[in-house]
């Protein structure tokens, strides 16, 4: 299996414009997480998903930020309009549901966004 | 959620084994400990988990302190690779939510050739 897909790897763009983040998880698992990573704050759960549906979206730190799984294998994190502050590391990851105790996460390479 | 407690960075020597230590003096008796790890431009990679007993896979050993108020992950035999950031993480299967990981800040792995 390929793992986790996320792209672009590299993203630079221009305050106030739209950004879309772009992931594919491991084929047959079940759960998807949108995560970010920055110096200060470390790595934050924004999102998940369970079989495409959302579950939990209390880290998504505002309006700005959105997150659709419209099918199993694609899911896109959109940030409208974009902020310097949004400048981080994005990753995706996925996990299969293997019962009580399990739910190891598999990350992808993530994707880094510069907003100037 | 309960915590978990980290030594901010250790350092090692390569081809020596690594203890890296974490405390978890509130944990519940339903709480699973996992490690993951994180080198450099990558994104985090599950290491290991475990609820009483000790465990080992390919890539490391779990010793898990009686009272489970502690644990520790150990990399037997430590390679240039093995440099990342160790977190240690505690999930409760139980409750809502439970597939969410919660990371914390980590030890920083340095290993010297």
């Known amino acids: 299996d390929a793992g986790v897909i996320q792209s672009p790897r590299h993203e630079v763009t221009e305050m106030g414009q739209e950004v879309t983040l772009r992931c594919k998880p491991i084929?047959?698992?079940?759960?998807l997480f949108w995560y970010r990573q920055t110096m200060m704050r470390g790595l934050e759960l924004l999102i998940y998903?369970?079989?495409?549906?959302?579950?939990?979206d209390s880290g998504m730190p505002e309006d700005r930020f959105s997150a659709k799984m419209p099918n199993a294998s694609f899911s896109t994190l959109k940030i409208q309009p974009s902020e310097p502050r949004d400048s981080a590391v994005y990753f995706c990851?996925?996990?299969?549901?293997?019962?009580?105790?399990?739910?190891?996460?598999?990350f992808g390479p993530g994707t880094r966004l510069t907003v100037t | 959620d309960a915590k978990t407690t980290q030594p901010n960075s250790m350092e090692s020597n390569e081809e020596e084994p690594v203890h890296l230590p974490c405390n978890h003096s509130?944990?519940?008796?339903?709480?699973?400990i996992h490690w993951y790890r994180q080198l450099p431009s990558q994104g985090p990679e599950y290491v290991i988990h475990?609820?009483?007993s000790n465990v080992n896979n390919r890539m490391a050993s779990l010793a898990i302190a009686e009272d489970r108020k502690s644990s520790t992950l150990i990399l037997h035999r430590a390679t240039l690779r093995d440099a990342a950031v160790y977190y240690c993480?505690?999930?409760?299967?139980?409750?809502?939510?439970?597939?969410?990981?919660?990371f914390g800040q980590g030890t920083r792995l340095t290993i010297n050739p």
């Open positions: 084929s047959g698992h079940d759960y």
């Open positions: 509130t944990i519940s008796g339903t709480d699973y």
């Open positions: 990851a996925s996990s299969p549901n293997r019962g009580v105790g399990s739910y190891e996460q598999y």
């Open positions: 475990g609820l009483t």
């Open positions: 993480i505690l999930r409760d299967p139980l409750i809502q939510g439970a597939q969410k990981l919660v």
């Open positions: 998903f369970n079989n495409n549906v959302p579950i939990d």
